[in-house]
């Protein structure tokens, strides 16, 4: 099933391409007084489980403009699973992605594995993780929409994260040459070859485009800049806008932010484009997130609000 099947394309969105005075509207509400720095990100809270009315709102405007916020919390090193679960609820983060590997809580505990078969998976060793936007393997009907990273313990050196709206990569693509969005909206741009497993079938081949429309409008993209267990269209156009992207990605651009989370402080998301350093654990640390990741987009962070 192609994930195309399952997405409308609303001619009132501003992420159709034919819509051109839509999205030059959008466009210009959705850049004004845009984060230049991580630090606008940053909120603090006392207690994640239980925001205050100032600080729900000082997230919520984060998460509006920009699709993501940083939250630092007065739990330091608490490894309570309710602190990313309660906040996710605070925002509309109901329907939570249980996938195999996950914990019982349908939390994913993000530490070096010193053994068993998640050793044979990157999220699970210190090596460096490209960019990319979660779940971009998954069936149609179980899209990630919204991602929350909450930092237990951060390594002793290293485990940095590279940040960049995905809709602001919609922009950039997009004021390069339109050509590009309608090439990475195709239905078949991108496809992830099954996942075996003793000579059994895991998880099944997935194909369908980079970047789709969902039925209420809101832009949802699927993306992976890692070059092995991806098959990319040989269309030209789509081949000039993938290396348009990765040249964004690459490239200093003031919408990507950098930045490191410490014990207590996290990342809550609709799901953007993201990367990490590879790291060290030490004496001075051992990293360990905890990962949620949720079919829903966080509330009221959609289009309707720029309506």
């Not at 919390?73 to 996950?102: C, K, M, V, Y």
């Not at 044979?120 to 991602?147: C, F, M, V």
């Not at 654990?281 to 829903?296: F, T």
Request: aromatic letters at 8%.
């Amino acid at each position: 099933m192609s994930l195309s099947a399952i997405n409308s394309k609303p001619t009132s969105s501003p992420f159709e391409p034919a819509n051109e005075i839509s999205y030059q509207r959008w466009r210009a509400q959705k850049l004004s007084q845009y984060p230049r720095s991580l630090e606008e990100l940053l909120v603090s809270v006392k207690d994640p489980r239980a925001l205050s009315e100032i600080e729900h709102t000082a997230i919520q405007q984060r998460l509006k403009k920009a699709n993501m916020a940083i939250y630092i919390s007065e739990t330091g090193s608490d490894p309570d699973p309710q602190i990313p679960l309660s906040l996710g609820r605070q925002f509309g983060a109901q329907s939570l992605n249980h996938n195999w590997l996950s914990d019982d809580t349908g939390l994913t505990s993000l530490k070096v594995a010193a053994e068993g078969v998640r050793q044979q998976y990157i999220p699970y060793s210190n090596r460096a993780i490209k960019w990319h936007t979660d779940g971009y393997y998954n069936r149609p009907e179980e899209q990630i929409h919204s991602l929350l990273l909450h930092c237990v313990e951060s390594a002793g050196q290293g485990g940095e994260n590279a940040l960049l709206d995905h809709e602001i990569a919609y922009i950039l693509l997009r004021d390069q040459d339109p050509a590009f969005i309608t090439a990475l909206m195709g239905p078949e741009v991108m496809t992830i070859p099954p996942r075996m497993n003793q000579g059994e079938v895991a998880r099944q081949e997935e194909t369908g485009p980079v970047f789709s429309i969902m039925p209420c409008g809101n832009l949802h993209m699927r993306y992976t800049i890692r070059t092995r267990h991806v098959i990319w269209s040989e269309d030209p156009v789509t081949r000039a806008a993938l290396d348009a992207l990765t040249a964004i990605l690459q490239s200093h651009s003031p919408y990507i932010f950098r930045g490191r989370l410490e014990a207590g402080m996290g990342l809550i998301s609709n799901n953007i484009l993201h990367d990490r350093t590879a790291f060290i654990d030490d004496a001075k640390g051992v990293r360990h997130l905890y990962r949620a990741r949720y079919y829903d987009r966080l509330q009221g962070t959609g289009i309707d609000q720029y309506t």
